[in-house]
């Protein structure tokens, strides 16, 4: 809607720098109305839809930050036990258009401000989470059948420390550092 007013708004600031002439015709009233009407079209269709967004946006992100922080692959014969971080795609989305309305000083909620604030965290948790992940599932892929037997009772440590994220933890969590520390550690 932004780059939409501003196509709209430099043609007319173009026409008012040049004569009171152009504008002072019927043709120049009309645009002057036109143009007036259709920025508050553009003004009031961008309001509506933060509003809306902003009404959704607590909600949404309270309910994806209770997630936990990882999940096994699921759907697959014969399972794999494959683990990939579960952070939600919404919540990078929020991330996103946060960053994006406050460059632009739209307001936004105290509960996506809130996460915002966050958003460094997120992205330095999520990407080591995403280093444990890919290494776990490098020893599971590359593993031989025959080395499983040998390999077990350390892959079930590490398997019981991974529970914590499977079952236990959420990015609201107050100990993910820790758990990452642990689990790098581990794996």
Known sequence: VRGLLQRVQDPMERLRSMSDIVLDTEEGR???KAHGVLVKKLQDFEDEHVHQWSKE?????EAKLKLPLL???SGLVPPT???HVNFDPA???LLREVKYFLALGIDVPEAA????????TFRVQTGNLELIVNLYNFILRTLLDVEK??????MDNIDKILQRGLKHMNWKSHTISDFISQCMTIV
């Open 30 to 32: 009309d645009a002057l």
């Open 57 to 61: 946006v607590g909600s949404i992100s």
């Open 71 to 73: 999940r096994r692959e």
């Open 81 to 83: 036990g494959l683990l």
């Open 91 to 93: 919540l990078v989305c």
């Open 113 to 120: 401000s809130a996460i915002y604030k966050n958003e460094e």
């Open 149 to 154: 037997p040998l390999v077990q009772p350390k």
